[in-house]
């Protein structure tokens, strides 16, 4: 996987992105990780397998923390 030099993501920056809470998948096109989550977790629950092909800004995928901003595109209908 490449690396970016890419910051975090920013709440001012996440603000700009268009928001799209009737996805269908209870989650929003941006999401904040809560406590206790994984990038599992969220990709189960909203639906996106690609998160961290989304979000260049995570390096690590076992180094996500409650407060990081992530995109989130839902891959299809959930089952």
Not at 18 to 28: D, F, I, L, T, Y
């Given at each position: 996987?490449?690396?970016?030099?890419?910051?975090?993501?920013?709440?001012?920056?996440?603000?700009?992105?268009?928001?799209?809470?009737?996805?269908?998948?209870?989650?929003?096109?941006?999401?904040?990780?809560?406590?206790?989550?994984?990038?599992?977790?969220?990709?189960?629950?909203?639906?996106?397998p690609f998160i961290v092909e989304e979000n260049p800004h995570i390096h690590d995928?076992?180094?996500?923390?409650?407060?990081?901003?992530?995109?989130?595109?839902?891959?299809?209908?959930?089952?």
């Open positions: 996987m490449a690396s970016s030099s890419r910051a975090p993501m920013s709440y001012a920056e996440a603000a700009q992105w268009k928001v799209n809470p009737a996805s269908g998948h209870g989650c929003e096109e941006i999401y904040v990780v809560g406590e206790g989550e994984t990038l599992h977790t969220i990709s189960e629950k909203c639906g996106d995928p076992d180094d996500v923390f409650p407060g990081l901003v992530i995109k989130i595109t839902p891959f299809g209908p959930r089952n």
